[in-house]
Each structure stands twice: as C-alpha cells, then as structure tokens.
C-alpha cells in the first residue's frame, strides 16, 4: 500500500513543476523546440524524425520567431515577449493555418527512442484547434505528471531502504518535490522528465527486492521498467550495469535460498529489459536500415577519438580533482564545485538564468551539515550497513554508470567544448539517492533533533526552489 | 538503517516523546526566515541598463583559447554604473576582471568569477560617481577551457579595440549597468502583466494561478510535516 505521505509528495512535486511550466517562457528550456518538433513530427505524420537537422515546421518556426527566443537564449540582458503588440503579433500568426509537418527534422532530439514523445501526442492530439502555445503547455503539464512520480518512487526508495524511521520517508520525499531542477526539467518537454521518474521507479523496484527478496513477479517488475527506460532515453543505458548486477545479486541470493527457479526470473527478466530494443533492431535490418537507427550515425563517431587512458583521465575530471599524471583537461577548475554543484545550484534557462556568485558560495554553508549528517549516520549504522554491502554497490554501480555515460558522451567533443554535457540535469536519474542522503542527513542529527533537521532541511529546499522561481521571473520578465 | 534480511513492514519509532513542539517551532521559524527573505528581495531594484555604447553585437571580432586582455577607448561611462555588460561569448566563462580608467586613473574596476555562460557577461564594479567620457575599458580573461569570443560591430582601425598591441578589427558592444529605481515590489504589477504574455492563454491571471499552487504547496508541506514529522 502506498503511503497518503508518498501521494503528497507526488502532489507537491506536480505542482512544483507545473508552476515551472508557466513561469518559464516557450522553448527557454535547453532542446525544448526539438523535443516538440519530435513530438509533432510523431502525432502529425505517425512516423519518426530521419533527420538531426533544425528546419522545424512553420507553426513551430513562426512561433520561435514571434517569442523572440534566438534573441532571448542565452541573452539574459533580453526579455521575453513584453508589449501588447508583441503578444498581438504572436496570436495572429499562430491562428494562421500554418505547416504543422517538419520533414523529419527533430535537432538533437531526432535519435531518442519514441516512448516520452509518443505520450505526448496525447496533450497534442487533445488541444486540436488550439494554439502551438496551448499544446505546448498541455505537454508541459504532462512532463509535470511525470515529476511528480519521481517524487512518489523516491518516497517509496526511502521507505525500502532506510525503513526504520518512517518520518524521515518524508523528509526524502519533499526535498526531491521541491528540487528546483526538477522542477524545471519536468516543466518541459523533455524526454529527462520521463527518464527521471523511470530511473527513481528501477532504484524503488531494486530496494524492495533487496528488502523483500526476489520474486518472478518483482524480477518481471524490474525488466519491463528497464524495457520503459530503454524507450524513454538513451541516457538510461547508463543505468544498465548497476541494474544487471543488481539482478544477478538478487538471483544469486534467492538461489542460495533454495529457490532454484531464480535463474529462470533472471532470465525472463532480461529478456523482458531486452525486448525493446532487441524487436527495434530486428525491424531496423529487416527493412535494410541500420540495426540502431538514426542513433547508428551518433555510434559512428565513438572511435574516431584518442587514447583509452586519455578518455579515463577525461572522465575522471569531469568530477574529481585531478591526479598525478594526469592530462589538465580542466586547469584550475574544481568541477565538482563548479559545474556539478554549482548547476544544482541555480542554472536556468539555456544556462543563462543564474544567482549572483555569493549565493554559490552561500551554498556550501547547508551543503555541509547535510552531508556531516549524513556521513555520521552512515558512521553510526556502519554495521548493517556491512549486510547490505551488495545493494549498496548496485546504487554505486548506477551512479557510476551513469557518470561515465556523460563523461564519454562529453569526451567525443573535448577539447572543442570542455564539457558538452557538463549539466547536473543529466545527474537527475540519480535523485532517489538524493533523497537517501536527505533521510539520512537528518537522521544524522540524532533522534531528539532529527525531525527538527528534516523540518530545516525541507523549509532549506523549498526556499531554494522559492528563490530559484523568482530568480527565472526576474531574468524573464523583470 | 535495516538489514538486507529485514522482511517485515517499517515501523513507527517507538522511542522517545512525538516531538511536535518542537518540530513546529522549527516549521514556523523556518518559514517566517523564507517570507522574510522574500521580503527583502523584493525591496531590492532590479539593474537596469543606463547606457550602452551604441555598438550592436553583430559580429565577431575575435576569439582566444588562452588568458588575454584587450581594451578600448572612447567610452563614456555614467555616473551610477555599477556593472559593465561585455560581449563574450563562452560555453563554460573564464575569470573576468574589468578595469576603466580615464587620464591614466583607474575609477572603476571589478571581476566576475569563472564559470559563466551565454552570449555576454556582466562584471560589477565599483560604482561610478560621475559621467566619464573618454574612458578606457579593459578586461582580462582568465586562462579558459575553450574559445572566448568577442563580439561587436566592425569599425574603421583608429576607434577599433586593441589586444595589446594588435588592434581588433572593430569595436566590442559595452552595456552600463546599475540598480533601477523602483524595487522589484513597485514593480510587482507590471512583471504580473509581461507574465501573461508570450504563453499559452495570455493573461495576468497566470501570476494567480502561480501564487494559488505555492500556497497549496505550503499548506500541504506543512500539514505532511507536522503529520509525520511532528
């Protein structure tokens, strides 16, 4: 049964980023016009973009004109569309029967699986009539549903794996609701709204099984949420060797408990993950296309680049300190501060809806105590924590995953760009550990304070996702 | 924390007293600490540009991979400035220090920390007493991790920036920048108006809508709270 609590948080999380929705203006979210164009592509003609190119349709081209928005991307000295007579130009020529076909052009977003974009020709298709700016916004609504399941699976992933304390569940739940970047991300139309709440829904499916122990139903579970992920965004390929092992684990322990079918679930699991993309590449070459698709041209490039030990150096950086030995690829730069950290911060927009430096700085002040705490409860419960060693490196596995996927994605174009995918968005999957640390923080504070520390924690959160929302408001429309 | 063996349902903690007392304390202290910050933010001004030096940044004069410092002359800087708006370009910004001077005296000067992105970047300074012309504005950019562009319009070589003592093909677009007049608050009904425009079913209702699901979203943060927490 789940929660009312869980249900709240999902609430709270929903709103959250439907508030986003509105406050961001269209397409000011980073690859918005393209996941759109993907999306109408897709409820226009039936069929999937072929092309990575920008020649969107003319409704979605006049609407992009009209908002002003090359001018205001990444000009945060520029408004969003202010006067009347701006607002009046955009209603007349979205009322003008304009081209609603792109032929198959859908930017970076043209080799992502369908699922995310299918979903959304729901919103499309029932806004028929309306304005590009109204479909948009019920597709917007739609990506918000979606933050709010992250919120729910995050809830239930604390409720699995820190079950002991049931307050702090709670905790874990509201501080990802209120997460400003999700929020944001989930505001959008964009595929990382699905891949966040599939993500945290695999991290629920693998805690419980680790709590409760596996069964052919819960190995199923996890296979079709694989085969979801695997249809939402290639990102979650990332997430695949933490949940392999996580399954071989479970198999193995449910093995050596006299249950000798588990193999079998393993099996049925797998496959189940599998099926996707298995059936994709089977119609790919029967109908004499490559085995992946568009996605074949992106494989290309893998290859085409320098050393192993170069790209492990690369890597490496990209979130630690370097090491002797190694290449400067990020001289003078602490990137874990700097990019990673300071992008959960506050980084907005086409990256350029920021705070004022102090408040980065200000930042590491709860930054601290949150992970004192959390580092102390780890410290104090080290001894269950030894018993669960095997779940704890399936969570490591994943987040690992994931963090290489970026950093070799980010590597095919270093040193041109220094971190083409440098963006803690691409981290998001991982916020059901977030909550973890959450829970986890406050209960660090002990059992006399630690609801007062969950209190703080999520007032902390849902100040910053308060001020995160102003600070969008002001560099918009200020 | 359980163990991986720990099968049966979660449980409520048994021990110790429910401390709502003090989880609501912490609750309404916390919030007032938000509503008063809000507060102040809002009587702050929103900056403002008071004068640019009419050059466009329309193309691109320059780029580098490595620290460098480029000044130009003959601008006129306002009293009141309190941050210079430069035209540079770069994915992930290097260091910026700006320094303005007039008759070989620096009267203005500032830096803005790495990290920045997008097609500009506005460097604070200390604020400037009187209207200046003929001023020198440089910058130096720190050692960055890719290509740092320069943007402004092509002008004939006597005006154009110089990088040393290469002379750029063209002057780079400056903006002056300072607090407005009006605070954020006084301000409250004219951004209310630009919200509704440029979405979906235009209309200041847009700004009720926002207020009613933060609202909602206090009222049920602190009923969960003060329901499990408490």
Known sequence: ?478 | LASAAHLEVPHIPTSGCRPTRRVGIALVGGLTLVAIAVGLTLTRSPTTVIATNGIAGEAELASTSSDAAACQAGETVPAGTTAIRLALVAEIGPRVAVTVTAGGTVFARGTHSRGWTGASVTVPVERVSRTTPGAKVCFALGQPLEAVAIFGRKTPVRVAATAGAQKLPGRMAIEYVRPGPTSWLSLAAMIARHMGRGHAWPGPWVVFVLLAAMTASVALLCRLILRELG
């Not at chain 1, 994943?398 to 950093?407: A, K, N």
């Open chain 1, 1 to 478: 049964v789940i929660p009312r609590a869980a249900w709240v948080c999902a609430l709270v999380a929903f709103s959250n980023a439907a508030c986003w929705s509105f406050i961001t203006p269209p397409f000011e979210v980073p690859d918005e016009p393209d996941h759109f164009a993907y999306a109408q592509q897709l409820a226009e003609t039936g069929r999937l973009p072929t092309s990575n190119g920008k020649r969107f349709s003319q409704v979605e081209l006049t609407a992009l004109r009209d908002l002003n928005q090359a001018e205001v991307r990444q000009r945060p000295q520029n408004l969003s569309v202010f006067s009347s007579a701006q607002q009046q130009r955009l209603s007349r020529d979205l009322a003008a029967p304009l081209g609603r076909t792109n032929g198959g052009n859908a930017g970076v977003a043209a080799s992502e699986p369908p699922l995310f974009y299918t979903l959304q020709t729901i919103p499309y298709r029932l806004a028929a009539g309306a304005s590009l700016l109204v479909r948009l916004e019920l597709m917007r609504l739609l990506s918000s549903l979606m933050a709010g399941l992250t919120a729910l699976f995050t809830f239930l992933f604390v409720r699995e794996s820190l079950p002991s304390e049931r307050w702090a569940w709670t905790v874990g739940g509201l501080g990802v609701a209120f997460a400003p970047l999700l929020g944001f991300m989930s505001g959008s139309v964009n595929p990382d709204a699905m891949l966040y709440a599939v993500s945290a829904a695999l991290l629920y499916c693998l805690a419980r099984a680790f709590r409760r122990g596996l069964t052919l139903r819960s190995t199923c579970l996890i296979g079709a949420v694989i085969a979801v992920g695997l249809l939402t965004k290639l990102n979650f390929i990332g997430l695949l060797p933490g949940a392999g092992l996580g399954l071989i684990l479970l198999a193995r322990r449910a093995a050596r408990a006299h249950r000798p079918t588990a193999y079998g679930w393993l099996a049925c699991g797998v496959a189940i993950g599998a099926a996707p993309a298995a059936l994709y590449a089977i119609v790919n070459v029967l109908s004499h296309h490559p085995a992946l698709g568009i996605v074949s041209d992106t494989s290309n490039v893998v290859g085409h680049h320098r050393s192993v030990a170069g790209e492990i150096s690369y890597i490496w950086q990209l979130y630690l300190p370097r090491l002797p030995g190694m290449a400067h690829d990020f001289p003078g730069y602490l990137t874990a501060r700097e990019i990673w950290f300071d992008g959960y911060v506050g980084l907005y927009g086409w990256f350029d809806t920021v705070f004022p430096a102090w408040v980065y700085h200000l930042a590491l002040v709860p930054a601290a105590p949150i992970a004192l705490g959390c580092l102390r409860a780890l410290v104090e419960n080290r001894a269950p924590l030894l018993k669960r060693r095997g779940e704890l490196l399936v969570y490591a596995a994943i987040s690992l995953g994931l963090m290489v996927l970026v950093g070799a994605d980010s590597y095919l174009q270093f040193p041109t760009v220094p971190a083409e995918y440098g963006q803690t968005r691409y981290l998001l999957p991982l916020l059901p550990l977030l909550g973890a640390v959450l829970a986890l923080a406050a209960r660090g504070a002990g059992r006399r304070w630690g609801p007062v520390a969950g209190v703080s924690i999520v007032v902390l959160l849902f100040a910053h996702d308060l001020f995160s929302q102003l600070q969008t408001i002001a560099r918009y429309y200020g």
